[in-house]
């Protein structure tokens, strides 16, 4: 049985940093790619970032190219997102993935997700 459990969102203010991680289990994760998904109020499901088994390759959405940067520790079954210069547009529900999605904006693209954790930014 898949499990992810996500961690570390919050309150933040624009400009701000967080750091989401993401707790695996049930299945052999270091033969997975992984990624971050995001649904924010009233909208679709939007792909984050996603990064393959072993860290070497990593993608993200435009609009958070250079500012998010996702990373794995397969060693402790863990994946983390750190978010820097947060602006209004990324609050939303973040959660984490199973599997490298071919398009990202639907659940059926995943292998199996968390139950998110919110993320607001706001002065």
């Known amino acids: 049985q898949v499990q992810l459990v996500e961690s570390g969102g919050g309150l933040a203010q624009p400009g701000g940093s967080l750091r989401l991680s993401c707790a695996a289990s049930g299945f052999p994760f270091s033969s997975h790619g992984m990624s971050w998904a995001r649904q924010a109020p009233g909208r679709g499901l939007e792909f984050v970032s996603g990064?393959?088994?072993?860290?070497?390759?990593?993608y993200y959405a435009e609009s958070v190219k250079g500012r998010f940067t996702i990373s794995r520790d397969n060693a402790k079954n863990m994946l983390y997102l750190q978010m820097d210069r947060l602006v209004p547009e990324d609050t939303a529900m973040y959660y984490c993935?199973?599997?490298?999605?071919?398009?990202?904006?639907?659940?059926?693209?995943?292998?199996?997700r968390g139950q998110g954790t919110q993320v607001t930014v706001s002065s």
């Open positions: 993935a199973k599997d490298l999605p071919t398009h990202g904006d639907s659940w059926s693209d995943y292998g199996g």
């Open positions: 990064i393959s088994l072993e860290g070497r390759d990593r």
